[in-house]
C-alpha cells in the first residue's frame, strides 16, 4: 500500500475518467461516490455494512464535528478513523458550505467568518487557519480548503467578491496545511455559473497548487440544466492529472451526468436521508415504499439487487416497517440506496475501460424512462 498521496488515471472515455487515487488508508476507485458520514455516522449503518456496499471513502463534516464533540476531543480519543471504526479514507469538508446554510448570525470577514452555532448558539469563529487544525486534529485523508460559498442565484458582482475571498483564503489554507505527508489538501473552484470567473479561479488555484480540485459552488438552487452548463467547461480548467470533486452532488443522473463531463468524485447525503424517509433508489428511478400499492406486492425492490433488502425482504415488508415507524426499514432502505449508488459507480468505471461510457449513459436513461415495475 502506497505511503504517499497520488492519482492515476487509467482510462479517458470522451470527458469521462477512470482512475485510482492512492492514500496510506486504501485506494479510491474513480468515479467515487462518497457516502456521507455528517457527525462521524453514516446515518442508519453500521462502518462495516457501509464497506460492504463498495465504498472506498467516506466524507465527514468540519462544521458539525467542530461543534459536537469537538475536534480537540477526537484527538484525544484517538482521532476519527479511531473514533468512528472506519479505518479507510476519509475526507472532510471545510464547514464553509454549513456555515452558509446553518449557523445563525454569520458575520463574514476577510479573516474568516463569526457564527452562532445551530446547536445551542454558542459563538465560534472559522478561518482558513482554524480550518485545517480542526482537519489536521480530525486526522483527515483529504482537506478541503476553506471556502465561502454564496447561495445562488446571485449578482455576478457578489460572485466574484466571493470567489476572489475564497482564492485568498485558499492560499492561507495552503500555508496553514504544511508539509503532511500521506495527507492531501484539494483546493475548491468558485465562480458560480459565470465561465470567466470561473477561469479566474481556476487560474488561481492552479497558481497555488493542490493535491486535487473541488468544483464548489454548485448544487446550491441553480438547477440541474445550470449545473451541467457549468460542468460542461469547468472540469477541463482544472488540472488533467489531478483527482476533480464536485461538491454535494446528487441524483443518480446528476452523477452520470457529471462523470460525463469529467469529474471523478461525489458526495452527497441523499442516499441515506432518501433510506430515512422512505424513498429508494433504483435502476428505473425511484421508489416511495410508503405508498399503498406495495403492502400486498411480495416483490423485491430492485430484483436484480443483491443487497440484504432486496435479497431477505419483500416490498410489503418494506411498507409495513416504515409505516410502523420501526429502524429496520431506515437501515433497510439506506443499505439498498447505498447499495445501488456504488453499483452505479462500479458500471461507469467498467463502462469507461471498455471505452463503451456512451451506451452505458443511453441504457441508464431508457431504464429509468421505463420507470418502475408495476404491483403484481
Not at 23 to 29: A, D, F, K, N, S
Not at 121 to 139: D, V
Request: aromatic content about 8%; proline content about 5%; hydrophobic content about 40%.
Amino acid at each position: 500500500m502506497s505511503t504517499a498521496f497520488g492519482f492515476t488515471l487509467n482510462a479517458v472515455d470522451g470527458m469521462a475518467r477512470t482512475g485510482v487515487i492512492s492514500t496510506p488508508r486504501g485506494e479510491i476507485r474513480t468515479p467515487a461516490f462518497m457516502p456521507v458520514g455528517t457527525a462521524a455516522t453514516v446515518k442508519a449503518m453500521m462502518p462495516e455494512s457501509v464497506k460492504a456496499t463498495g465504498a472506498d471513502i467516506l466524507l465527514g463534516n468540519t462544521y458539525h464535528l467542530m461543534l459536537r464533540p469537538t475536534a480537540e476531543r477526537i484527538d484525544r480519543l484517538g482521532g476519527l478513523h479511531k473514533f468512528m471504526n472506519w479505518d479507510g479514507p476519509i475526507l472532510t469538508d471545510s464547514g464553509g458550505f454549513q456555515v452558509m446554510s446553518l449557523a445563525d448570525l454569520r458575520k463574514l470577514t476577510e479573516h474568516g467568518v463569526t457564527f452562532r452555532s445551530h446547536v445551542d448558539g454558542s459563538k465560534h469563529e472559522l478561518t482558513p487557519e482554524r480550518s485545517m487544525e480542526i482537519q489536521r486534529l480530525l486526522g483527515s485523508d483529504i482537506v478541503m480548503c476553506f471556502d465561502e460559498c454564496p447561495a445562488l442565484p446571485a449578482t455576478d458582482d457578489r460572485v466574484a467578491e466571493s470567489m476572489r475571498l475564497s482564492m485568498r483564503w485558499a492560499a492561507r489554507s495552503k500555508e496553514a496545511f504544511g508539509d503532511r505527508p500521506g495527507h492531501a489538501l484539494f483546493g475548491i473552484q468558485q465562480g458560480g455559473v459565470t465561465q470567466h470567473l470561473r477561469a479566474e479561479s481556476a487560474e488561481a488555484l492552479t497558481a497555488i497548487g493542490f493535491d486535487g480540485y473541488a468544483v464548489g459552488g454548485l448544487a446550491v438552487g441553480e438547477g440541474q440544466e445550470a449545473m451541467f452548463g457549468v460542468l460542461d467547461y469547468a472540469p477541463a480548467m482544472l488540472p488533467h492529472d489531478k483527482p476533480r470533486y464536485l461538491m454535494g452532488v446528487g441524483k443518480p443522473d446528476d452523477i452520470v451526468g457529471a462523470v460525463k463531463r469529467g469529474i471523478d468524485m461525489m458526495d452527497c447525503v441523499l442516499p441515506s436521508r432518501s433510506g430515512r424517509t422512505g424513498q429508494a433508489w433504483t435502476r428505473r428511478g425511484q421508489v416511495n415504499i410508503k405508498n399503498a400499492r406495495h403492502q400486498d406486492d411480495p416483490r423485491p425492490l430492485d430484483e436484480d439487487c443483491t443487497c440484504p433488502a432486496c435479497r431477505s425482504y419483500s416490498r410489503a415488508y418494506l411498507h409495513h416497517v416504515f409505516r410502523t415507524g420501526e429502524m429496520i426499514s431506515g437501515m433497510l432502505l439506506t443499505w439498498h440506496n447505498l447499495h445501488y449508488y456504488q453499483e452505479l459507480m462500479s458500471g461507469m468505471r467498467t463502462a469507461i475501460a471498455q471505452n463503451r461510457f456512451a451506451e452505458f449513459e443511453t441504457a441508464f436513461h431508457a431504464l429509468r424512462a421505463e420507470g418502475d415495475i408495476e404491483p403484481i
